[in-house]
């Protein structure tokens, strides 16, 4: 059974920074592609960032594009998500994802992961 634990969530003050962290177990973790996505109140969810299993690739948001960047530790089974330059307009519940299998293509939807953990909030303030 997949298991997604985010942590590193909280209030910050824009122009701020964060670093959210997401603790993965159940399988393995180093052929998995994993993603970051985040839904603010009376939004749809909406893609982050993801990274290829190995971290060779990655892919952002325009939103947060040259802000943020995604990484992972294969040794610890983690992935984390590095914020920078945090907008007001970046407040939202923050997921962690994980697609159905290994390897495979980069996925920039929610429909491509059925594995979720349960979200941390991050509130920038003006």
């Known amino acids: 059974q997949v298991q997604l634990v985010e942590s590193g969530g909280g209030l910050v003050q824009a122009g701020g920074s964060l670093r959210l962290s997401c603790a993965a177990s159940g399988r393995t973790f180093n052929i998995y592609n994993m993603g970051w996505f985040r839904q603010a109140p009376g939004k749809e969810r909406e893609f982050v960032a993801t990274?290829?299993?190995?971290?060779?690739?990655?892919y952002y948001a325009d939103s947060v594009k040259g802000r943020f960047t995604i990484s992972r530790d294969n040794a610890k089974n983690t992935v984390e998500l590095h914020m920078n330059s945090l907008k007001p307009e970046d407040t939202a519940v923050y997921y962690c994802?994980?697609?159905?299998?290994?390897?495979?293509?980069?996925?920039?939807?929610?429909?491509?992961?059925?594995?979720w953990g349960q979200g941390t909030q991050v509130t920038v303030s003006s």
């Open positions: 990274i290829q299993w190995n971290g060779g690739t990655t």
């Open positions: 994802a994980a697609p159905p299998r290994p390897w495979g293509p980069l996925e920039r939807t929610p429909r491509g992961y059925p594995y």
